[in-house]
């Protein structure tokens, strides 16, 4: 089985969120982090605790014979369980489909925070006051996109949550 016989999805919380992921996957690759020659599919998709829609969507996705890697990628929310609440709804899914989740910690705007320079303990506790404070504007949820062509990655790589998102990437991108 060939590469192109794979669909890659990676399914984020909404719009900004897929604007986000895009442009630090752009970073990664431009910093030989992940494989630029594997297409990864970025979705929008709200994802919540008990959302039986989930399982639904990724097996629509399945084409007969096609193989399907999917990754979720939410806000823990200060979860420590958030990843299992979603990989709970994929238990006996058919073999060719794969499923990973990586929670943030504990919301998407630590990265950004911590990727623009600030303080990532301030980032971790108060993400929104801290890119407010960061940037001397008001943080409002269309930044979330906006502002990610100007993280630095290198301040992210020491993050245990980033690490595991860039595992799943890697994971994503690699024949089963």
């Known amino acids: 089985m060939g590469l192109s016989d794979m669909l890659r999805i990676m399914f984020v919380e909404d719009t900004y969120g897929k604007e986000f992921h895009t442009a630090i996957i752009r970073k990664l690759r431009e910093n030989d982090e992940l494989d630029p020659s594997v297409g990864i599919r970025v979705d929008s998709r709200p ?3 008990c959302d039986a829609k989930l399982r639904r969507i990724v097996l629509s996705e399945v084409i007969e014979g096609e193989q399907v890697k999917v990754l979720f990628v939410i806000d823990s929310e200060g979860r420590s369980n958030a990843e299992y609440d979603v990989l709970n709804h994929f238990r006996g899914l058919p073999d ?3 499923v ?6 504990p919301m998407h705007e630590a990265w950004l925070c911590i990727g623009l320079g600030g303080d990532r303990r301030v980032c971790r506790q108060d993400p929104i006051g801290a890119l407010s404070r960061l940037r001397g504007d008001y943080y409002e949820k269309r930044y979330l996109g906006e502002w990610a062509s100007r993280v630095d ?5 020491p993050e245990q949550d980033f690490g595991e998102y860039l595992s799943a ?3 994503l991108v690699q024949d089963p």
């Open 47 to 49: 994802v919540r605790k």
């Open 96 to 98: 060719k489909v794969l």
């Open 100 to 105: 990973r989740v990586v929670a943030v910690n």
């Open 153 to 157: 990655i290198g301040n992210l790589m």
């Open 169 to 171: 990437l890697r994971w």
